[in-house]
């Protein structure tokens, strides 16, 4: 999964270098482009959390807000097709005040106030989470280089799986 997501760094880098020499001119962007595309948006934190650790994952979960394009950088070119190789990648809404979601505490809310607990403030923000709800490694927060994304995830990814092996062999 390493080298497909590095493979992906280049293909992000383009995109990035649009969005930034684009923001003063007018583009006109294709069909693909305009129409954002979404992860799986879960019911209930602990049920995705639990199914993931069981894989040996954490649950990854993407805090997005409609319309940015550098959470659908993240999604298109990062979790979608890292979904597609098994990582459990879910994604929740900053504005969302409508859908119901479960929290780590059994309590059920929505996805605005779940995030406000987690004082995310800026999307796109990855979080690595334990079947606890614990941060299995640092939150990945905004695109701060394009060029070294894939590499940032994936250091991220192996920090997250590592400490929840770990936990495990001290569950055991």
Not at 9 to 22: E, K, R, Y
Not at 42 to 59: F, H, I, T, Y
Not at 151 to 170: D, F, G, I, M, V
């Amino acid at each position: 999964m390493k080298q497909a997501l590095l493979r992906r760094d280049f293909s992000a880098a383009l995109a990035g270098l649009a969005l930034h020499f684009g923001a003063g001119m007018s583009i006109t962007l294709s069909p693909a482009w305009a129409q954002e595309t979404t992860l799986p948006i879960p019911d209930s934190l602990p049920d995705v959390a639990a199914a993931a650790a069981r894989q040996g994952e954490p649950l990854v979960l993407l805090i997005s807000l409609r319309g940015c394009p550098y959470c659908e950088l993240v999604r298109r070119n990062y979790l979608l097709p890292a979904r597609a190789d098994g990582l459990p990648a879910w994604q929740i809404n900053m504005q969302d005040k409508q859908r119901p979601l479960v929290d780590f505490d059994g309590q059920t809310s929505h996805a605005a106030e779940q995030i406000a607990r987690c004082k995310v403030r800026l999307a796109p923000t990855l979080l690595f989470l334990s079947p606890q709800g614990l941060p299995l490694a640092e939150r990945l927060v905004g695109i701060a280089s394009v060029d070294f994304y894939g590499a940032y995830l994936e250091q991220r990814l192996a920090t997250s799986r590592q400490t929840l092996k770990a936990s495990r062999s001290q569950g055991s």
